[in-house]
């Protein structure tokens, strides 16, 4: 995959092949920061000032402030610059506490660093959630109040991956030790009991930007939505079920290890829900980027 033409570092547009950072960030040596992933349709971002309030939570927590920008200006300038002002894109903004002396102990006025980059969505995307996929019950979870936040340590979610790619998987579900899947590596997942959605509470767990617009969507075309513990068993057993995050939107699951879903095809209640969320963000586009979940028929 090439690297993207054009990246912002500290205010300045710069060439990918030349955005660099100080061997002494605290990202780079510390996970010391944060990003966070929007979607970008016909060259707007999506849910920018949910992803950045997120953001900025999550480094009040670690004890800096996320710079003031013209955020929306910045993206749109990168996507210019990378020839996707009209595309169907993502964005990821990282934000480190900026370089200092390799010391654990954080410098007591930190100076951010800020990186911006930008990338067309991969045409693989669109086979997924047409077709579904196959998820991975990984051994291991990523649990307490640290995960609740999308830090630059994603190790886990690394290993995970690769867990799920070796059981030709496309994505891993963290199971804990009491035996309940709480989330995937760089997902949410939804199980339809009957016609209830059911979702792992959000405690110790990320609290998905996307995950939150599908409970929208579905509260206002008449599904209940639950929130409750989720055994790898009632995932074994679910009929339909799917997973969110900002850039996959809504992939159904069809195969969770060796256990077909349903009928092996992604359900009829997916599908619609799936089409409701597109029709929100077509909505929302063409408002020029004003969200409303809007209403529709019952699923």
Not at 3 to 11: F, S
Not at 47 to 67: K, Y
Request: with cysteine.
């Amino acid at each position: 995959m090439r690297l993207p033409a054009c990246v912002y570092v500290n205010g300045d547009l710069v060439a990918g092949g030349d955005a660099v950072v100080s061997v002494f960030d605290r990202g780079l040596l510390y996970g010391d920061g944060l990003f966070e992933t929007v979607r970008v349709y016909g060259g707007r971002p999506f849910a920018l000032a949910d992803h950045l309030e997120r953001l900025r939570r999550s480094a009040a927590m670690l004890g800096f402030a996320v710079p003031r920008l013209p955020w929306q200006r910045v993206v749109r300038s990168l996507l210019d610059r990378n020839g996707l002002a009209a595309a169907d894109a993502w964005v990821r903004v990282i934000v480190t506490r900026g370089s200092g002396w390799p010391n654990l102990r954080p410098p007591p006025r930190p100076r951010p660093t800020v990186i911006v980059v930008a990338a067309a969505i991969d045409p693989a995307l669109r086979r997924a959630q047409r077709r579904g996929v196959r998820v991975h019950l990984l051994p291991f979870a990523r649990e307490g109040f640290l995960s609740e936040h999308k830090l630059l340590d994603y190790v886990p979610a690394l290993l995970g991956k690769r867990f799920a790619a070796r059981h030709d998987a496309y994505e891993g579900l963290y199971v804990n030790a009491e035996g309940l899947v709480t989330e995937g590596t760089t997902s949410n997942v939804f199980v339809w009991e009957r016609s209830v959605l059911v979702t792992p509470p959000v405690t110790g767990i990320l609290p998905g930007v996307t995950r939150r617009l599908v409970t929208e969507v579905a509260a206002s075309v008449g599904v209940a939505v639950e929130e409750r513990p989720l055994p790898a068993r009632r995932v074994l057993r679910a009929r339909e079920a799917f997973l969110t995050s900002s850039v996959a939107e809504i992939v159904p699951i069809v195969q969770v290890d060796a256990q077909v879903v349903g009928t092996g095809q992604p359900g009829a209640r997916t599908r619609q829900l799936q089409a409701r969320y597109r029709e929100v963000t077509r909505e929302w586009a063409a408002a020029g980027g004003r969200r409303g979940a809007g209403r529709g028929a019952t699923l």
